[in-house]
């Protein structure tokens, strides 16, 4: 049997610009609104922004902003809304009955990540820590996805945990809600024992923002075959390798990727998977450098580490592809000032970023494998130090190198 690929969808995205948000911040979360949107295979026709105070308690944006999107829907006839904040139950029933009419999908940030989440989800692990998710964020607009599932529709936003959704009710959801729960504590148990059996060899994880190259870098480090594209959260499992450096061996984990604004629920669903972060002994802070928001970035990472107590772990920051961040190398008699587009190596070594603090830093290409040599030489010497207070009585067989 043929696969055909899922229709591509159509969307329009709707942000607010209040004294928290600035328009340049909600341009830059439109932008990977949008992006989400392209992951999810659904292309973006506009953008609708607003001044507010604070969004309306009723449908999010005031009324006249409503009937300028309304207006554009009829016309140009998109498959769904998207709001770039989480909507309450509230809002959602009032837009629902707003654009009935239309047929039209409602959904906020939170909806379409975890759509990602569920479309990208591959072993059981994964399933059921994003059903639980989907469930959860599910319960309190039970009466709005009631509505949609009267018509069974399909799509991005629609892809729920299961058909049974149509015959159950409040208790029924809270049960699945409860059974899914202990499974998750029966499989946080197992990969609790299975960590414990991994030895005393040394932890490295990888992480960083979603999309920055973090899986390519396990690919390139542990000679594997990890799935890497350039999509947002590419990988949803953890995936552990081990690998050896000269004649060092330890355990390389890749992780999911964070992302501002990410849904609670998926935070709590997989906490599992960032055990893997809390027991490393070595951090990778991976940084897309060409990315344009990096730096905002970068700080959505050490927050969300902090939070989950992994925020004073050894760490190496990687700067990671430098081949799109700088173009083309300045000629040697070029005295005009470095940009962006012609940086050297030698340039970035003397930035901000390569001073960040107590930190090792360093800039790569994975993709390119450019001064690789130089990443795995500062690697293995902070897991030599690791290695060697473990087991001090190995330090002679490192001198004899």
């Known amino acids: 049997m043929i696969e055909t690929a899922p229709k591509q969808e159509t969307c329009v995205l709707v942000g607010i ?33 607003q001044n507010l105070d604070h969004p309306d308690s009723r449908t999010f944006v005031g009324s006249g902003k409503l009937a300028e999107i309304k207006s554009f829907v009829e016309e140009n006839k998109p498959n769904m809304i998207i709001f770039d904040d989480e909507l309450a139950p509230s809002q959602l029933r ?23 989440f569920a479309g990208r989800a591959r072993t059981a692990h994964a399933k059921t820590q994003v059903e639980l998710a989907q469930y959860e964020y599910m319960l309190p607009r039970l009466t709005r996805m009631w509505t949609h599932l009267e018509k069974q529709r399909g799509g991005i936003g629609m892809r729920g945990p299961g058909e049974q959704e149509i015959e159950t009710d409040r208790r029924i959801v809270r049960d699945r809600i409860s059974k ?28 960083g923002y979603t999309n920055v190259g973090k899986s390519t870098l396990m690919n390139v480090l542990s000679k594997s075959d990890v799935f890497a594209e350039n999509k947002l959260f590419a990988t ?12 060092l061996p330890f355990l390389l984990s890749d992780t999911v990727g964070f992302i501002r604004k990410l849904p609670h629920q998926l935070i709590e669903s997989f906490k599992s ?17 060409s990315h344009p928001q990096f730096e905002d970035h970068f700080n959505v990472v050490n927050t969300t580490l902090k939070e989950i107590g992994s ?33 050297t190596l030698g340039e970035l070594k003397k930035t901000w970023m ?13 993709q390119e494998k450019s001064n690789l040599e130089e990443f795995r030489d500062l690697l293995y010497e902070r897991i030599r130090e690791i290695h060697v207070t473990r087991f001090p009585y190995n330090d002679f067989l490192f001198d004899l190198e």
């Open 354 to 366: 390569a001073r960040l603090g107590e930190k090792d830093v360093v800039f790569i290409s994975a």
């Open 17 to 49: 610009i209040t004294r928290q948000q600035s328009r340049e911040l909600l341009e830059e979360y439109l932008d990977e609104l949008a992006f989400l949107a392209e992951t999810a295979n659904a292309i973006c026709l506009k953008r609708f922004t």
């Open 273 to 289: 998977t960032l055990d893997e972060t809390r027991e490393a002994d070595l951090l990778l802070h991976v940084v897309d450098i």
């Open 94 to 116: 009032n837009l629902e009955k707003e654009f009935k009419e239309l047929e039209v999908k409602i959904l906020d940030r939170n909806n379409l990540i975890l759509d990602i």
């Open 236 to 247: 949803l499992d953890t995936t552990v390798r081990k690998v050896v450096l000269k004649n």
């Open 311 to 343: 925020g004073d772990k050894p760490t190496v920051i990687v700067f990671n592809k430098i081949d799109a961040y700088r173009h083309t190398p300045k000629d040697e008699d070029d005295l005009t000032p470095a940009t962006r587009e012609n940086i």
């Open 180 to 207: 899914l729960k202990k499974e998750l504590q029966e499989i946080d148990r197992q990969k609790a024992i299975q960590r414990s059996n991994r030895g005393a060899l040394v932890r490295v994880a990888l992480v």
